[in-house]
Every structure is written in C-alpha cells, then in structure tokens.
C-alpha cells in the first residue's frame, strides 16, 4: 500500500526544486545570445569598452549558469530518488531525451565555458567569439531536449506500452521530437527567457545610468538589451498565442482544469479569472467570470 503522504511530500519536493532551478534557467537562455551579440561588436569594431561590456555580462553568465547547473543536478536525481518506478516505466522514451541533452547539449556548453570566461588572453578575438556562441547554442539546445521529454509526458505520442514488459517503449522517436506540444513549449520558453534577461540587462544598466555609475558602459549594455527586448517581446506574443493553441488542440481536459471549466459551455464561454475549485460538487466556488470571453 502507497502511503499518500510520500507522495505528496514527493510531488512538493520536486515542485519546489523545479521551481528553484527556473530561476536560473531564462537568464542562461537569453543572456548567452545577447553576449555573442555584444561580442560581435567588439569584434568588428574593436573598441575595449564592448570588450569590458561582454566580460563584465560573461561573469554573471558564468554565476547563473553555476547555479542553474547544480539546481537541475539535483532536480535530475529526484527523477530516481521520488519517481523511481515512473522512471522504469517510461524510462527507454523519457530517458532518451535527456540523455541526449546531457551527452550533446549540455557537454557542449560545459566544454565551451571554461574557454569563455578564462580564455580571454589565449584565444584570438574570433576565437573566443565561436565559443560564446557555442555556449549559447549549447544552453538553447538543452533547452530542446529536456522540453522534448517535457512534451511527451504532457502528449506521449511515438511511443506504445509493451505488455510484456510492462514498459513504455519508442515506436517512432521522430514523432517524440517533434511533438507539437513540444514544439511549442520550445519556442515560447525560449522567447520568454529572452525577454527575462533583456529586463535583467535594463534594470541593471538603469541602476548605473541612475547612480552616474559606468554611463557609457550602461548606455551600451541597455542599448543591446532594449533591442534584443523588442524583438523577444514581439515574437512571445505570437509564440506564446501558439502554445494556447497547442494546449487546446492535443490537452482539452487540461486547458479545462486550469479554467476551472466543470461543463462544456456553448460558445463563447466566460472566463475564470478567480475561484476555488471543489471537487465534491464539481462546481468553482467564489468565482468571479468575465462572461463571453
């Protein structure tokens, strides 16, 4: 007999380290692009103050990525130590993503950091460019695989249960990747990360501009990073309108729950904004609707 109270302690421990390691994760996404464009600048006009620029961003790259990396270390063992028979059931579709993420994507950008930060006066200016950009792909590649796994687990599609083993088994791994639920949890996670870090860029460069501090290094550093800002922000809009789709389309009963919708209603139906869900009655109650939304 399961004793409930594990699992729930289990389910809140790993939220709660889910949770922690997503602090990190958007900034890695977006701030490793925005160095490589930072870098580019310095390599082409070859001006010491973009140099300092991508240095001073690269250290507290190097920080968050430090901590990123130890957060999902631990959140990774928690898939053995909490989900132990979760992960031999689905072990050979789920396991493969990640394990792909770590041999690829993650070896890549591990690799490639060190000479990043600490290979300024070793490598050529070019040189030490491709690295930045290797980081950066690395961290974005992560990104792919693990919301690969993430995608089937919310759409388990190429993938059959064997009887006999009792196992879920891959049957068509190009469908596990291209999964649209994945697909567009991809893109929509990776834009909103680069949204986040240009907003981190600003209100530091703001804070200088403020203070008097570093003026013609916050002018540039917020330059970049308003840039680079307008363009996330207009793409999350449009990509995170497909991932709505990609919820209606493939998790209807998902979509539901999260409306706290008991009954089809006939088009248009109202929107939930507030309420707490009761499962006795199968009814919201205290709930405040925006009808015809």
Known sequence: MIDMAVVELSRLQFALTAM??????????????MLVIMETVYV??????????????????????????????????????NWAYYSHYVGDVFGAPLAIEGLMAFFLEATFIGLMIFGWDKLSKRQHLLTTFMVALGTNLS????????GWMQNPIGSRFNPETMRMEVVDFMAVVFNPVAQAKFVHTVSAGYVLASVFVLGISSWYLLKGRHVEFAKRSFAVAA????AS?????????????????????????????????????????FGIPSNEGRETKYEVKIPYV
């Open 143 to 150: 990104a792919v695989w693990i919301l690969v796994a993430n």
């Open 233 to 273: 922000s207009l793409s999350v809009v449009v990509l995170g309108d497909e991932s709505g789709y990609a919820l209606t389309d493939n998790q209807r009963m998902k979509l539901a729950a999260i409306e706290g919708a008991w009954h089809t209603e006939p088009a248009p139906a109202g929107l939930s904004i």
């Open 20 to 33: 922690y390691h997503f602090l990190f994760v958007p900034l890695t996404l977006g701030l490793a692009f």
């Open 44 to 81: 082409i006009t070859d001006r010491p103050i973009w140099r300092d620029i991508t240095r001073f961003w690269g250290k507290v790259f190097g920080i968050n990525f430090a901590i990123g990396v130890a957060t999902g270390i631990t959140m990774e063992f928690e898939f053995g130590m």
């Open 227 to 230: 840039a680079f800002g307008l």
